[in-house]
């Protein structure tokens, strides 16, 4: 059984950091993509950052550029995404998810999903 399992949300006033990591378990994803997205209540889902297997391609969302990096560790199957500078508008619930090809800012693209951490930014 294929498992992604997200961890590290939380409450953060604005201005703070959260560092939220993603477990995968049942296999290993050698050759794929690894991505964060989020949904806001009332907002469609979207994609925030995405890492290849190497972690020699690197994309993210506009507007957490500068702000968030993500990390994978191989390994250890994990993949990370550290958050600074974090603003109100960063609230949502933050999903990982696993794809070995396709528009990588699509969620279409992605077969393997966790369940979601909370990331609640006050202002």
């Known amino acids: 059984q294929v498992q992604l399992v997200e961890s590290g949300g939380g409450v953060v006033q604005a201005g703070g950091s959260l560092r939220l990591s993603c477990a995968a378990s049942?296999?290993?994803?050698?050759?794929?993509?690894m991505a964060w997205f989020r949904q806001a209540p009332g907002k469609e889902r979207e994609f925030v950052a995405a890492?290849?297997?190497?972690?020699?391609?690197?994309f993210y969302k506009n507007s957490v550029k500068g702000r968030f990096t993500i990390s994978r560790d191989n390994a250890k199957n994990t993949v990370s995404l550290q958050m600074n500078s974090l603003k109100p508008e960063d609230t949502a619930v933050y999903y990982c998810?696993?794809?070995?090809?396709?528009?990588?800012?699509?969620?279409?693209?992605?077969?393997?999903w966790g369940q979601g951490t909370q990331v609640t930014v006050s202002s």
């Open positions: 998810a696993a794809t070995r090809s396709g528009a990588l800012d699509r969620t279409s693209a992605y077969d393997v």
């Open positions: 049942g296999r290993t994803f050698t050759n794929y993509w």
């Open positions: 890492i290849a297997w190497s972690g020699g391609s690197i």
